[in-house]
């Protein structure tokens, strides 16, 4: 399973439906949440204050503002028009941030920029054959530059890669189905061990809640 389906563009674009209304209110940029609960867990310090970033799969885009609004160059790569589309709606003014309607794989293969920190916030690496991405990953990060990726803590009757399906709109005869990868923090540091990154960081951020799910949270470096 290492090709994305036809139909993930579509299902992302459906995720949350953008059709330039106004206003439609912009989310808060005075936190960095690597997780599903506001406020919750570590933010933006883990990425190490890098000078130039890019963030896979930003939706919206508020981390990549957060950054932004900081003095991060910040590029967000995103596979749904869709969501590009609000996100630069939302942050138009904010300078030294621009959004890329791209694949992941592909934006990464044809880019020359180097980056100091690359992550996703439950975002394209969740969705992303890692054994394509990863190599990638460290092509384009700086000497002793920063990954780090977040996505819903596995459970072990779904590791590897499994389908995700939703109609998202009500009426849709045909579900949409996109992959994501799961796996346990060890065999994440497993592969990325094996994809040359080192200070590998792999554990799983328990809910704030008793009987919520909780987050992965992943963190490695480049050599040098």
Not at 101 to 118: G, K
Not at 119 to 145: D, K, M
Not at 170 to 175: H, S, V, Y
Not at 203 to 212: Q, S, T
Request: proline share 11%.
């Amino acid at each position: 399973m290492s090709a994305a389906p036809q139909t993930a563009p579509e299902y992302w674009d459906t995720y949350k439906p953008y059709r330039g209304e106004s206003p439609q209110p912009a989310p808060r940029t005075d936190r960095f949440d690597w997780t599903q609960y506001p406020g919750h867990g570590p933010g933006a310090e883990i990425l190490d204050n890098p000078c130039r970033a890019l963030d896979l799969g930003p939706a919206e885009g508020k981390e990549a503002a957060h950054l932004a609004s900081r003095g991060v160059d910040v590029t967000g790569v995103d596979f749904s028009p869709v969501q590009i589309a609000r996100a630069r709606a939302f942050w138009k003014d904010i300078p030294g941030l621009r959004f890329v309607s791209a694949e992941a794989c592909e934006f990464l293969a044809a880019t020359r920029t180097s980056f100091d920190a690359i992550y996703s916030v439950w975002g394209a690496v969740w969705f992303t054959e890692p054994e394509n991405l990863f190599p990638l990953i460290a092509q384009r990060l700086s000497p002793g530059g920063t990954f780090v990726f977040s996505q819903a803590e596995p459970t072990a009757e779904s590791y590897g890669p499994q389908p995700m399906r939703g109609k998202w709109l009500e009426g849709r005869e045909r579900e949409l189905t996109v992959p994501r990868w799961q796996y346990p923090p060890a065999t994440w540091a497993d592969i990325l061990k094996r994809h040359g990154f080192t200070n590998i960081d792999a554990g799983v951020l328990p809910a704030p809640r008793h009987g919520d799910i909780g987050t992965l949270l992943v963190s490695a470096r480049t050599p040098g």
